[in-house]
Nanobody, 117 residues
Framework: QVQLVESGGGSVRAGGALKLSCVAS????????MSWYRQAPGKERELVAL?????????EVVPSVKGRFSISRDNEKNSVYLQMNGLKPEDTARYYC?????????WGPGTQVTVSS
């Protein structure tokens, strides 16, 4: 079992930056993925960024945030981060941390990001 806690959300103006953090309650194994999702009011939860495993630095982000967001992972701190630059109002959403393995997935309670124009 793993508990996830996100932090770093807040309210910023368009063009601003935030760095979200997610800390897990145990070591995240190298075969477990860590990722960030977001959900805006009236919309489905969507994947934003993915770190597929803990052994490589390869990451994936969705096209809408490419060049602005980046995901990184610190295995020693049981943490994953989402650096968000050049924020836009359409980035406004609740952001969730996710850990997934072959049999289970875990979610944090989320942290709110609000971007005003």
């Amino acid at each position: 079992q793993v508990q996830l806690v996100e932090s770093g959300g807040g309210s910023v103006r368009a063009g601003g930056a935030l760095k979200l953090s997610c800390v897990a309650s145990r070591t995240i194994f190298e075969w477990e993925s860590m990722s960030w999702y977001r959900q805006a009011p009236g919309k489905e939860r969507e994947l934003v960024a993915l770190s597929p495993n803990g052994t490589t630095s390869a990451t994936e982000v969705v096209p809408s945030v490419k060049g602005r967001f980046s995901i990184s992972r610190d295995n020693e701190k049981n943490s994953v981060y989402l650096q968000m630059n050049g924020l836009k109002p359409e980035d406004t959403a609740r952001y969730y941390c996710n850990v997934r393995n072959s049999v289970r997935e875990y979610w944090g309670p989320g942290t709110q990001v609000t971007v005003s124009s």
